[in-house]
């Protein structure tokens, strides 16, 4: 069965920092671009940060210049650097392998459980 297992989250004070893991098992983990989401209670879902299989990364305006994207394919496992933290990045984040077509097929995503972060003095 594909998992998804995030880890890292927790209380910090505005300013600090955090690093989230998220670990995967059972799929191609080399072929998928990763992303990071976030959701706040009584806010939509939204994408953090994304990088492809190829090491490209994408940021969300909100988070640029704090929070780094990272990968590490022998371990199967993608991170979040995070940085600067302000009460505003308090959410669940939630690990996501982004789906794709390739050849005619199709390799769905999966999405892990979450963690929660969260930023208070």
């Known amino acids: 069965q594909v998992q998804l297992v995030e880890s890292g989250g927790g209380l910090v004070q505005p300013g600090g920092s955090l690093r989230l893991s998220c670990a995967a098992s059972r799929f191609t983990f080399s072929s998928y671009a990763m992303s990071w989401y976030r959701q706040a209670p009584g806010k939509e879902r939204e994408l953090v940060a994304t990088i492809t299989s190829g090491q490209s990364t994408n940021y969300a305006d909100s988070v640029k210049g704090r929070f780094t994207i990272s990968r590490d394919n022998a371990k199967n496992t993608v991170y979040l650097q995070m940085n600067s933290l302000k009460p505003e990045d308090t959410a669940d984040y939630i690990c996501?392998?982004?789906?794709?077509?390739?050849?005619?097929?199709?390799?769905?995503?999966?999405w892990g459980q979450g963690t929660q972060v969260t930023v208070s003095s």
């Open positions: 996501k392998a982004e789906g794709y077509y390739r050849g005619g097929i199709y390799y769905p995503s999966y």
